[in-house]
């Protein structure tokens, strides 16, 4: 199966350097999802509740910080995608402003650090940093991730 011509390449560890940057497609929040996610997952009031959320610190329904790490998740497949899988080790977030109903989010990402295991030569540990953003340009969540990316294999026998 081919991937369509805009599709961004499958990257290994050879291709990783840092400094690497990589920019992704948006996507809008709707308030129908943001619910849904949080009375599976976070059933807080501010989550769940437009007229209860409208009497918190908030101001009205915002998304589960949780929730916008998972959208972050999808953004950063589409964006960036690694070769058998985005396998992550460890990492940290934080939220610094709110996603509400009707955000555009998109994410920008860096590749801050490369290094190949000393254990195995078919992988290494790559970190990266991505700022997901709304349409104003605010940014509603920081994630820098630690990721388990694999080497090319060779086609030699």
């Not at 992550?88 to 610094?96: D, I, T």
Request: aromatic share 8%; glycine share 8%.
């Amino acid at each position: 199966m081919s991937l369509p011509q805009d599709t961004p390449p499958i990257r290994y560890l050879d291709d990783m350097k840092v400094g690497l940057r990589f920019t992704g497609e948006s996507r809008v929040v709707q308030e129908r999802e943001i619910i849904a996610f949080a009375r599976q997952f976070d059933p807080q009031p501010f989550h769940i509740d437009a007229g209860l959320a409208s009497q918190t610190l908030f101001g009205g329904l915002i998304a589960s910080g949780w929730h916008t790490a998972a959208m972050t998740m999808r953004l950063l497949l589409d964006a960036f995608p690694i070769g058998n899988g985005t396998i992550g080790l460890g990492g940290e977030a934080a939220w610094p402003n709110p996603v509400r109903a009707n955000d555009t989010l998109h994410i920008e990402g860096e590749v801050t650090a490369v290094a190949p295991s000393r254990s195995y030569d078919d992988r290494g540990i790559v970190t990266v940093c991505t700022e997901t953003k709304n349409q104003n340009g605010e940014v509603v969540q920081t994630l820098t991730a630690n990721l388990l990316v694999f080497r090319r294999k060779s086609n030699s026998v």
